[in-house]
C-alpha cells in the first residue's frame, strides 16, 4: 500500500491542511504502508521553494513522516509532455482560445457545485480558424457523453457525466503549465499510489482523474474523501483564516495538543487528551471519521 500527502507550497500550512495530512498519514501507517511527499508547485507564481522547506519543517514537527519524496512536480513537464502526447495521438486534445469573459458568457448552465461547464467553443474550429487566432490556446481534453465513477472509502458511489458535469477541461493551461487534473495522475502512476486519502473539496475532480487514467492505461488508486474543516460560518478553512496557519498553531500548542484536538474530531479519542501521531496509528480506523464537514466552534 503506497499512500501520499501532495500539498501546494503557496503559503504556510494551515489547520485545514495539518487534518487532510494526518488522516492521510494515518490510513498509510494504519496499514503499514510506505508514504511519499510530492510538492504540486505547478503554479510557479505562487508557490516558492521556501513554503516547501517550511512544510517540510511543519510535518516533521507534526510527527508526519515519510518514506521518500517524489520530485516536486515543477521538475516533472517531460512526464506531462509525453502523456499530453499520447491522449493528443488520441484525437483526443484541441487548442482552446476562449477568454474568461468568452467562458462566463457561454457557460449556462452551471455545474451544481459552481463549476463552469465548458459550452465546447472551440471544439470544432478549423484549421483556417486556429491559425488566425492572435494569442496562445488553452488544450482541452474531449470528454465523453459517459459516465465515470468509483466507490469512494468514506462517501461511498459517486460518478459524474463528464460530458454535463463539466465538459471538455483543460490539461494545460496557455502559459504553457501543464494542468493539476493531469499531473496528479501521471505523478500518482509514477510513485505507484495506491490509496489518495485528500480533501472532499476534490471529490468531484476525481470522475476526471478516473478519466485521465483509462486513456493513458495507468491504474486507479483507491480513493478516501475526508471531510473539510470549517469556519464558525461556515466557510471552508484557507490559507486567509491566518490565525490557524502552523505559524500561529505552532506557538500555541504542542503538537500532541494539536493533533489530540485533531484527533477527537475525528472520533479517535476522547475530547481533551494529548496524543502524538505515533499513538493515534493504534487507534485509527476509517469506520471512526465523521461523514459531514466540520465546523469549528472554537476548538482551536
Ligand atoms: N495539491 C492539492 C492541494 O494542495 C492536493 C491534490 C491531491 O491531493 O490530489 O489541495
Not at 495521438?89 to 461547464?117: E, F, I, K, N
Not at 462517501?155 to 502559459?175: H, T, V
Not at 480533501?199 to 486507479?220: H, I, K
Not at 496524543?275 to 461523514?291: D, G, I, M, T, W
Request: net charge positive; proline share 7%.
Amino acid at each position: 500500500m503506497v499512500g501520499r500527502f501532495a500539498p501546494s507550497p503557496s503559503g504556510r500550512m494551515h489547520l485545514g491542511n495539518v487534518w487532510s495530512a494526518l488522516l492521510a498519514w494515518l490510513s498509510v501507517r494504519a496499514a503499514g504502508g510506505t508514504m511519499l511527499l510530492r510538492m504540486e508547485d505547478l503554479d510557479t507564481a505562487r508557490c516558492r521553494p521556501a513554503y516547501a522547506e517550511q512544510l517540510r519543517d511543519d510535518l516533521r514537527w507534526l510527527g508526519l513522516d515519510w518514506d521518500a519524496e517524489q520530485p516536486p512536480q515543477s521538475l516533472r513537464t517531460a512526464a506531462y509532455a509525453a502523456a499530453f502526447a499520447r491522449l493528443e495521438a488520441q484525437g483526443l486534445v484541441y487548442p482552446c482560445y476562449c477568454s474568461r469573459a468568452d467562458l462566463h458568457a457561454a457557460s449556462a448552465p452551471h455545474a451544481a457545485d459552481g463549476r463552469v461547464l465548458y459550452a465546447g467553443t472551440c471544439r470544432g474550429l478549423t484549421a483556417e480558424q486556429r491559425r488566425a487566432q492572435k494569442k496562445p490556446p488553452a488544450w482541452r481534453l474531449r470528454v465523453p457523453d459517459a459516465v465515470y465513477g468509483f466507490t469512494d472509502g468514506l462517501c461511498g458511489p459517486y460518478s459524474e457525466n463528464l460530458a454535463r458535469a463539466c465538459g471538455d477541461f483543460i490539461i494545460r493551461r496557455a502559459d504553457g503549465i501543464y494542468a493539476y487534473q493531469l499531473a496528479v495522475v501521471v505523478d500518482d502512476a509514477a510513485g505507484g499510489v495506491t490509496q489518495v486519502v485528500r480533501g472532499r473539496d476534490l471529490l468531484t475532480s476525481t470522475p476526471r482523474q478516473l478519466y485521465v487514467q483509462r486513456l493513458l492505461g495507468l491504474p486507479q488508486p483507491e480513493y478516501c474523501h475526508v471531510p473539510l474543516l470549517l469556519s464558525a460560518d461556515g466557510r471552508r478553512l484557507s490559507k486567509r483564516d491566518g490565525d490557524l496557519d502552523m505559524g500561529a498553531l505552532r506557538q500555541r500548542y504542542t503538537p500532541e495538543a494539536l493533533l489530540g484536538r485533531l484527533a477527537a474530531l475525528a472520533g479517535l479519542i476522547p475530547p481533551g487528551e494529548t496524543a502524538s501521531a505515533r499513538e493515534l496509528v493504534a487507534v485509527f480506523s476509517r469506520e471512526k471519521l465523521p461523514q459531514n464537514d466540520l465546523p469549528l466552534r472554537g476548538q482551536f
